[in-house]
T-cell receptor, first 115, second 113 residues
Framework: GAGVSQTPSNKVTEKGKYVELRCDPI?????LYWYRQSLGQGPEFLIY????????DSGLPNDRFFAVRPEGSVSTLKIQRTERGDSAVYLC?????????????FGQGTRLTVV | AQKVTQAQTEISVVEKEDVTLDCVYE???????LFWYKQPPSGELVFLIR??????QNEISGRYSWNFQKSTSSFNFTITASQVVDSAVYFC??????????FGKGTHLIIQP
């Protein structure tokens, strides 16, 4: 596809369950970012991949959150033992190079609701 | 944390008025980048502009213009002759170093017909 694709668009899960959120970046983009946006707030940085490796995971809130990008393209954000406070829109973005040199293109997000 | 502050939570103007959205940032980096994104009700963040810290020239793109002033650490955004379709949440963001963008809390702009 032409843009960043995120699936599912909506996910409702019960407290304590495990969820996976998927991001398909723009083809050829080496940099991939995950952000979390709570209602009425700006997106909050979670993790940045350059290729297959996590160049910066300082934004992950705790060890229940983990992300992978095994082949340097698709990425999966994994949340264990979900809590109600994890409810938010999870945004993925990709860019050709990473750092600030180019714009990041965002997907439409996955709205996660933990009940 | 090096914050980005958008002091205006919500602005409401009547169509055709000019409106300026304020952005003030903190940074310890010599080289950094500043951005503006638009988030319409559909939710997708739309890139508007990127400016590096060495380029203080103001920029105009159609009805949009940006004023970057390093002396006051500000990167303000003006929409001239606003239109209803400009209604959205606008985010200012900063990038410096290896991490991702640091966003402000956003300004909800409402353009009334």
């Amino acid at each position: 596809g032409a843009g960043v694709s995120q699936t599912p668009s909506n996910k409702v899960t019960e407290k304590g369950k495990y969820v996976e959120l998927r991001c398909d970046p723009i083809s050829g983009h080496t940099a991939l970012y995950w952000y979390r946006q709570s209602l009425g707030q700006g997106p909050e940085f979670l993790i940045y991949f350059q290729g297959t490796g996590a160049a910066d995971d300082s934004g992950l809130p705790n060890d229940r959150f983990f992300a992978v990008r095994p082949e340097g393209s698709v990425s999966t954000l994994k949340i264990q033992r979900t809590e109600r406070g994890d409810s938010a829109v999870y945004l993925c973005a990709s860019s050709p190079q990473g750092a600030g040199g180019t714009e990041a293109f965002f997907g439409q997000g996955t709205r996660l609701t933990v009940v | 944390a090096q914050k980005v502050t958008q002091a205006q939570t919500e602005i409401s103007v009547v169509e055709k008025e000019d409106v300026t959205l304020d952005c003030v940032y903190e940074t310890r980096d010599t080289t950094y980048y500043l951005f503006w994104y638009k988030q319409p009700p559909s939710g997708e963040l739309v890139f508007l502009i990127r400016r590096n810290s060495f380029d203080e020239q103001n920029e105009i793109s159609g009805r949009y213009s940006w004023n970057f002033q390093k002396s006051t650490s500000s990167f303000n955004f003006t929409i001239t002759a606003s239109q209803v379709v400009d209604s959205a949440v606008y985010f200012c963001a900063r990038h410096g170093g290896a991490d991702g963008l640091t966003f402000g809390k956003g300004t909800h702009l409402i353009i009334q017909p």
